[in-house]
């Protein structure tokens, strides 16, 4: 990667600038400006593309002053207190820190330990590690009252979920990834990672969750969550692609979940029918939640992708985020399990991230989707790819795959990519 180019100065002219713009926006449109206290009133998420640009350059070049700031030594000597981050969401999570804490209301340390049975001086001490990364504030000597951050936590059910995954399904597994890549160098195994290892797991993880319906819910109201956020939500997808022009059209979500994505497709495109393909478990709970205006043209099945695909000659075979959980010798075998099902024509699209070619992100956007890799070869031995390697992986499953482009919509962060089938004779 290049050495970042912009000096200090430039960097802070940068986000002053930035800011003010951004700042003028929201007091114009008389939109709430950001601050740690909680409120009653719901900052919208959404704002034009052109402020949100403001925005997100103000937090990249924040993150590349703040490296430049701390210096050479600083820059490693602080990670072990961005650590301790995580250390405050467990303690938040699995402690039910705050659930019953209105926004306007406070507590204490001693009822906080009392209720949580714990020790009143761990209680105060991990408080106030969670107070210094901002979830929650101590307003007076003892009291403990919420932050945005801490009360988005406990009433933003999708982020607690996302925070659930975070510390009990992912934490350990980060601390056991050298361990495993030494036992197993370059595996592609997923019993072979460091999830299992850390988990003790001697099968596939999905099936282990599939035994627990809490589970599978939290994870699927977690991938709800992030495909939420800015970047990642469904919308890209279902306008940054022309279903307009397939007409009448069979259109099979594989490894859907609850169909948060069908739903928005078949809403807006008359002319789709939709099937949302996942583990009995996903799919009851997918069924349960459907709008009955659409019962009649989106419908559930339990499959197994790893078995034949059962619904032959759809016109579109889709998965969100579903290869990037599996590593180049299983995502192949993947796409062989279509084959049988795929007509001439058909095509294949594939809504996950796309990595671009190391330098040309910035280093805020280098870290997270670099953070993202690892963090998928730390649960399955998976990957995120690049579009070489996206193109490789279609080629290797079957030369009947034809890959077409890899398209990022404008404002996206996860790329569609596709490929049709038109078989060798």
């Known amino acids: 990667m290049p050495y970042p180019q912009r000096s200090i100065t430039e960097l802070a002219d940068l986000i002053a600038s930035n800011t003010s713009r951004y700042n003028d926006y929201l007091v114009t449109n008389g939109i709430a400006l950001p601050t740690h206290a909680p409120s009653e009133k719901e900052i919208p998420a959404d704002v034009p593309e052109k402020i949100s640009g403001l925005r997100q350059q103000a937090i990249e070049a924040s993150h590349e002053l703040h490296e430049l700031l701390i210096g050479p030594m600083g820059v490693p000597f602080t990670a072990y207190a961005r650590s301790t981050c995580v250390m405050s969401l467990q303690f938040i999570y699995t402690n039910k820190i705050g659930q019953n804490l209105a926004w306007n209301e406070t507590t204490t340390f001693e009822e906080i330990a009392k209720e949580s049975k714990l020790g009143l001086d761990d209680t105060t001490r991990m408080m106030r590690l969670a107070m210094a990364n901002y979830f929650f504030a101590e307003p007076q000597p003892g009291v403990v009252a919420h932050t945005a951050a801490s009360h988005a936590i406990v009433s933003n059910p999708l982020l607690n979920a996302w925070i659930g995954v975070t510390v009990e399904e992912n934490w350990s597994p980060m601390l056991r990834l050298n361990e495993a890549m030494h036992k197993w160098p370059d595996s592609e195994e997923p019993l072979q ?45 279902v306008n940054g692609y022309d279903f307009a022009s397939l007409g009448e059209a069979l259109f099979v979500d594989v490894g859907g979940s609850t169909g948060h994505v069908i739903i928005m497709l078949a809403q807006k495109y008359p002319n789709i029918t939709c099937i949302v393909q996942d583990l009995p478990a996903t799919v009851k709970a997918g069924k349960e939640q459907l709008p009955k205006e659409l019962e009649e043209r989106v419908s559930f099945m339990s499959h197994d992708f790893w078995t034949e695909q059962p619904v032959k000659g759809a016109d579109i075979y889709y998965f969100r985020w579903v290869f990037h959980d599996w590593s180049d010798s299983l995502s192949i075998k993947l796409l062989r399990q279509l084959i049988p099902a795929l007509k001439p024509g058909a095509r294949v699209l ?29 649960f399955t031995n998976a990957k995120e790819r690049s579009a070489k390697e996206w193109a490789a992986l279609f080629a290797k499953a079957d030369p009947g795959f034809k890959f077409g482009r890899v398209h990022l919509p404008a404002g996206a962060k996860i790329a569609i990519i596709e490929a049709k089938w038109n078989p060798v004779e």
Not at 352 to 373: F, H, K, N, T
Request: charged fraction near 20%.
């Open 193 to 237: 990672s460091a999830y299992c290892l850390a988990h003790g797991m001697n099968e596939m993880p999905f099936d282990v969750w599939e035994r627990d319906p809490a589970r599978v819910q939290r994870f699927a109201s977690a991938m709800n969550f992030l495909h939420s956020d800015s970047g990642f939500q469904p919308q890209f997808m």
């Open 350 to 378: 594939i809504n996950d991230i796309c990595i671009p070619p190391a330098g040309v992100m910035s280093s805020y956007q280098e870290q997270r989707i670099r953070s993202l890799d690892i963090l998928m070869k730390t």
